[in-house]
Structures are given as structure tokens and as C-alpha cells.
């Protein structure tokens, strides 16, 4: 069986369908939630929060959204506007609508709510505009705020709201709060009941330039950072950094995953994350303890992380510190980005939406803070595209992406797949030995999880960046994706983000 539903617009869709009572609900441009057929794709109702369409100035990469929540008969969404709405599941109905932000600051939402415990958790963007970032959890029924868990120190003129925002004031230095702070917690989580935590990925600076933001150095906690808080308070319980002192906007919110694995004979409570920064992590999510870590695409900024400390060895000049600018892999577009990946616990392997996408980093020396407008504190004219041919042809062969197979224990490659470029579709791998991805040259493919190779494709007309579900009605399993190619990459990468491959 076939069948597919128009979204109705030509931006980019990054929504992962969620299937419930033979119901697909999936959100599409300004956040309007669709409720459909699982088994016929026939529309059962339409919900439109009729979002402020002028905070989408204020978003980094479209009017974006990836998805809803499910729990008991009501369906949640985030709204751009910074909003968060409960629905009937049935009939789309809303049971209340809330705002989760000071509106005088520039925060968006793009990501999807998490349901924890009977709290519906949302996090929310805005780094590079200047803004402070935070995670907050709502009563599912009543929509009352329950906690709120700041993921950067205030101003310490204003008091501390607990001793762990006092702890981490002491890793900044200078005003660092007069430009916000960033590290926005604007998509993954992820939840182990059997621990009760609940583990946040915090993003990048404000500005991306940690010279200016923080110039006396220190790691500004909880930057780029994975935190585990428990969920009916919001209180600190862990922390892992995997960019100390980010200054390349190396975000830690890529995805999560969960995993019991052997490591040197010992099953070991695992949270596995590949972020930005290029380097592949394995964590002790009981503790936070360090593990291991090995770069799974080039790296130019580190040339390892130490075993010992956990924390990355930097080469000379990757700070790109004074007047000379720094080209380094990965770039802002990162080695993996929200993408989602997946992990089979029956072949041991993650399977990532892995790119390369060189940038060159350097001082603003005139920085000048300006509300309302990107802070990066990093001279953008420095990354222009060259104008000779010879220089441009190789820099965009520089540009890359592929599906990777990765064994989280050797830390090694098992197989990749090379695509056209990159910006390809989120991963689904499923027990019938299968790999699915959607790539950005409009094609949606199955691989052989084992060794990679490709099964078969399917043209879906359009590029793809969201990831694939798999759900059962009546015996029969399906596969379901998003296609509408877009995000960050399209917007800045121009000539850039146009695929390799043919479309047919």
C-alpha cells in the first residue's frame, strides 16, 4: 500500500511522523499540526496555531518545525513564537496554549516537546541573537509551569537561582551575561526511567567567539554540554562537556541514544551522542563519567580527546585568536546536526547522517553587540566563496556527506555509504536488518545494515532532511517519511547546497 499527503507549502520540513491509534500526526511550515490516517493518509483534522510569522527573523534556519508529543488522549506542539500547546488528539481541539518566553528576547522554538513523568518539556533557540538559554517542564494536564533549569549563569548582580548556576559562573569570566550567554537547549533529550533522568544537549555560545564573550577563557558551563537533571524538579545531577569553552558554535544538541553496552568485558549504562564537533562520544549516563571518543569524520580543531580527562587536545590556532583566520572541519553546519541517528542493538552499530563542511573562522575585531541581529563575534567575510574556479571547484569538493556505520565499542567504522553532498535525511534502522535514509537529491533508500549496501530507492521529489518512523496496523508494517528539503545548510550554503546526484 501507498499513499501520500500535501503539506502545503515549499519550505523545509523537518518533522518526524508519530503514529498513534492508527493516527499520524505531523507538523509542517508555521507549526500547523496534521492528524492523519495512518492506513490512508485521509486527513482527520487540521490545527493552525496562527503563529507571529514576524518571529521567524528571529529563527537561524526557517520557519522549522520537528513534531509533536503524545501522551494520554492529548497531542502537544511548540509553536516559533515560543508557545506550547496542548491538543485533543481526536478531534485537534486545543485544551490550553501558553507562552514559555519573555517575548522581549528573540527565542523561537523549532523542536519537539518530550513527556516525562506527566510533564510536558521544551527547551527552545535564539543563541546567536542573544538570548540565555533554558529548559522548562509544564504540568501535561493544567499547562502550569512545574520547574524551569537555566543552562548558562545570569548575572551574578541579580543573585544565583540555585548553587549549580553559582558553580558554573565560575567557568565564565568578564560580563559574559550582557550578551545573554547562549546555550540554548533547542532540540535533544532524552529520558531513562529506570535512572529517573533526564538528559538535556545544550548549544553553542553568545557569541559563537569565546574571546569576546568569555576573554579571560574558562569552559562556561553548561555550553555544548550533555546535562542530566531529574525531571520532576529540574535538579542537576551530571554534566559532560564535549566542547569546553565552545567558540566554533560546536553545539551538544545533537541526539541522544541509550544503550547497554559491553565495554572491556563490562555492561556499561551508555548514552551515546555524535555532536558538531566531529567527535563520536560514549558516556557513563549513570554518572557522566567519560568513556570514550574517537573522530568519525576529519577534525582539524583537536587532534584527539585525552582518555584521561575526557577533554579535547586543540591544535595551535584553532581559536583562530588575533588577526589570523582558521579554516577547520567540521564548520558551523557540524559533522552531524540535528539529523537524527539511529542504533541496532542487533548489529552493534550507529548508523549517522555524517558530513564535511569546512568553515573559516575569524576574529571580529570590531564586534559590536546589536539586538535583534546575529552575534557571532567571528568575521563572516572571511568564509566568503572564493572567486576563481580552481579555488571554488576545490573547496566544494571539500563539501560532503554519507550514511556511516560506526561500532560505538572498537570506536571504528564498519561501512559508509558517500552521497551527493550533504544535509541528508535523519536515519531509521529497524530488526529486519535495514537501514532507511532520505538524502538531499530526492531519493529515499533502504540499506543492508550490515554492509551498507543499497537495497533500493524511491523518489520522493524533493530533498529530504527529516527522519523516517516504522509502524504496524493490521499486520502490516510501514515506513513513513517527510520529504521538503531545507534548514540552515540551504539558506547559507547557496551554489553550495545544490546536490551532486541527479535526481532521477
Known amino acids: ?51 507571529d510569522k514576524e518571529q521567524a527573523s528571529k529563527g537561524c534556519c526557517d520557519a522549522v518545525n520537528r513534531g509533536v508529543a503524545i501522551w494520554g488522549d492529548a497531542v502537544f506542539t ?7 500547546i496542548s491538543l485533543n488528539a481526536k478531534t485537534g481541539l486545543k485544551n490550553w496554549d501558553i507562552s514559555t ?53 545570569g548575572n551574578p548582580a541579580d543573585g544565583f537561582e540555585n548553587e549549580t548556576m553559582e558553580m558554573a559562573a565560575k567557568t565564565w569570566t568578564g560580563k559574559y551575561w550582557a550578551a545573554g550567554g547562549g546555550g540554548t537547549a533547542w532540540d535533544s533529550m532524552a529520558y531513562d526511567p529506570e535512572l529517573d533522568l533526564l538528559y538535556v544537549g545544550v548549544g553553542n555560545g553568545t557569541p559563537w567567539n569565546q574571546a569576546i564573550r568569555s576573554p579571560d577563557g574558562g569552559d562556561n558551563l553548561f555550553l555544548s554540554s550533555i546535562v542530566a537533571v531529574r525531571p520532576d524538579t529540574g535538579e542537576y545531577v551530571w554534566h559532560y562537556q564535549t566542547t569546553p569553552g565552545e567558540t566554533w558554535d560546536y553545539t551538544a544538541t ?44 576529519p577534525v582539524t580543531w583537536a587532534t584527539h580527546i585525552d582518555q584521561t580527562t575526557g577533554r579535547p587536545v ?6 583562530y585568536v588575533g588577526k589570523t583566520p582558521a579554516l577547520q572541519l567540521p564548520g558551523p553546519l557540524g559533522a552531524h546536526n540535528w539529523h537524527p541517528m539511529s542504533y541496532s542493538p542487533d548489529t552493534g552499530l550507529v548508523y549517522i547522517p555524517a558530513q564535511e563542511a569546512p568553515h573559516v573562522y575569524a576574529n571580529q575585531s570590531d564586534y559590536k553587540r546589536t539586538n535583534g541581529f546575529w552575534n557571532t563575534g567571528t568575521e563572516l567575510s572571511a ?28 570506536q571504528k567504522p564498519a561501512w559508509s555509504f558517500e552521497h551527493g553532498g550533504p544535509w541528508n535525511g535523519g536515519v531509521l534502522s529497524t530488526s ?25 530507492r524511491f523518489y520522493t521529489q524533493t530533498g529530504v532532511v527529516a527522519a523516517p518512523i516504522t509502524y504496524e496496523l493490521d499486520g502490516e508494517q510501514f515506513i513513513a517519511i517527510a520529504s521538503g528539503w531545507g534548514g540552515s545548510y540551504v539558506l547559507s550554503g547557496g551554489v553550495f547546497s545544490q546536490p551532486v546526484a541527479k535526481l532521477m
Do not use: C
Not at 314 to 319: L, Q
Open 383 to 410: 568564509a566568503a566563496l572564493p572567486t576563481d574556479k580552481a579555488t571554488f571547484k576545490a573547496l566544494k569538493a571539500m563539501v560532503k556527506g554519507r550514511l556511516l556505520a560506526w561500532d560505538p565499542v572498537t
Open 314 to 319: 586543540e591544535t595551535e590556532g584553532a581559536r
Open 432 to 456: 529486519g536488518n535495514l537501514v532507511f535514509q532520505g538524502t538531499a537529491d530526492a531519493h529515499f533508500a533502504a540499506y543492508d545494515a550490515l554492509t551498507g549496501k543499497r537495497k533500493w
Open 254 to 297: 545533537q541526539h541522544m541514544i541509550l544503550a547497554e553496552l559491553n565495554i572491556a568485558g563490562k555492561n556499561r549504562k551508555v548514552i551515546m551522542q555524535a555532536p558538531k564537533n566531529g567527535f563520536f562520544y560514549v558516556i557513563d549516563r549513570t554518572t557522566g563519567a567519560f568513556i570514550s571518543a574517537k573522530n568519525f569524520v
Open 1 to 51: 500500500m501507498f499513499w501520500s499527503f500535501d503539506l502545503g507549502t515549499s519550505r523545509g520540513i523537518e518533522v518526524t511522523p508519530i503514529v498513534h491509534d492508527g493516527i499520524m500526526y505531523v507538523t509542517s511550515t508555521w507549526n500547523i499540526v496534521h492528524a492523519l490516517d495512518a492506513r490512508t493518509g485521509e486527513p482527520l483534522w487540521r490545527f493552525d496555531p496562527i503563529v
Open 78 to 84: 511548540a509553536t516559533i513564537d515560543g508557545r506550547l
Open 101 to 153: 518566553i519573555d517575548k522581549s528576547y528573540p527565542y523561537t522554538i523549532t523542536g519537539a516537546p518530550r513527556v516525562v513523568k506527566g510533564k510536558v518539556i521544551i527547551g527552545n533557540g535564539g543563541a546567536e541573537l542573544g538570548v540565555r538559554g533554558y529548559i522548562s517542564a509544564y504540568d501535561a494536564i493544567t499547562g502550569e509551569r512545574v520547574w524551569r533549569f537555566f543552562t548558562v549563569p
